[in-house]
């Protein structure tokens, strides 16, 4: 929002959700949702395994996940 007179996080403030590292190397940095890779992965997997063996799978999952705080939000 650079150059439009909007002032990140006074004027808005902006999460992600992947945590990657241009959430990182932005400016201003993102907060972000950091949530495990390979967890997720393996999760995903098993459940793929499930269903391919004609197994229940299911069918609401809720992975951990962590706030990383960063330049693009105020006081949350």
Do not use: W, Y
Not at 58 to 67: F, Q, W
């Amino acid at each position: 929002m650079q150059g439009k007179d909007i002032q990140i996080p006074k004027d808005i403030q902006i999460i992600g959700f992947d945590d990657n590292m241009a959430s990182r190397e932005s400016h201003p940095s993102l907060t972000t949702i950091h949530q495990e890779a390979p967890l997720r992965a393996k999760t995903a997997i098993k459940c793929l395994e499930a269903m391919r063996d004609g197994a229940e799978c299911e069918t609401e999952i809720v992975l951990p996940v962590e706030l990383i705080k960063r330049e693009s939000t105020g006081e949350l």
